[in-house]
């Protein structure tokens, strides 16, 4: 049995929340709205509706949905007390951040700007107030050295092939990820978060036979890369 102190319990009961609310806000800035146009109206059982399609499906598919992020969080703190690393609120606005931008990417292809460049600041403040793992400069080559390599991939792509291989929102949420893992672990970051998307796009093609120009979306794959080589930091903090 996990006996959860009271920092942890908090932790674990605001994440899910968390992630629902900047769900919401991405989808009704960027889904709901724009749709609405300039007639736009909020009619509260419409909106409850539509939402609930961004986590796939119906109330028992939200309920499911909720009861994922709260095993994500509960996870995470059992690995850090594992670990004997303390658990930090600066945890939760990273992967509440990261895990939303992962699942409207998955649903929507889009990763709005609003908070990767949140995700990306905040990354940077927190450690020009020491409350990161990683030091200014660390944080800032991040940006650095994540955005030039994934520029440089796009920049190849679009003169091998005439057309963009990665969107222009995966660079920014690279930059933003950076900020977080430092730039000594960049390489690490984008070669895990590339073969992970070499896998997705294999257990896609197989499954449902992809064949569209539309590709997949590699934010998740990024997040992904991004949560694991966050708690190595973690792990090697001296913070």
Not at 102 to 113: G, T
Not at 219 to 232: A, R
Request: charged residues 15%.
């Amino acid at each position: 049995m996990i006996l959860l102190t009271l920092t942890e319990l908090y932790f674990v009961l605001l994440f899910p929340l968390a992630v629902i609310g900047l769900l919401l806000f991405l989808w009704f800035l960027r889904i709901y709205r724009p749709l609405k146009g300039a007639k736009f109206s909020l009619k509260i059982k419409d909106f409850a509706v539509d939402f609930l399609n961004l986590l796939s499906g119906d109330e028992r598919h939200f309920v499911k949905s909720v009861a994922l992020l709260i095993l994500i969080s509960l996870f995470w703190v059992v690995i850090l007390r594992s670990q004997e690393v303390s658990l930090k609120w600066v945890d939760l606005y990273f992967l509440a951040l990261l895990l939303s931008l992962m699942i409207f990417d998955a649903k929507y292809y889009l990763l709005p700007d609003p908070l990767v460049f949140s995700l990306l600041w905040a990354g940077i403040l927190l450690s020009l107030l020491g409350l990161s793992s990683l030091t200014l400069s660390a944080a800032i080559w991040g940006v650095i050295y994540a955005y030039g390599v994934m520029l440089l991939v796009y920049l190849l792509g679009l003169w091998r092939y005439k057309r963009e291989v990665l969107g222009r929102g995966d660079l920014k949420f690279s930059a933003a990820i950076g900020a977080w893992v430092g730039g000594n672990n960049i390489a690490e970051f984008l070669f895990l978060g590339a073969i992970l998307g070499l896998c997705y796009g294999f257990l896609e093609g197989f499954k449902f036979s992809l064949k569209t120009e539309k590709g997949i979306p590699f934010g998740p794959s990024l997040g992904f890369s991004g949560i694991i080589l966050y708690f190595i930091t973690r792990l090697t903090a001296s913070f």
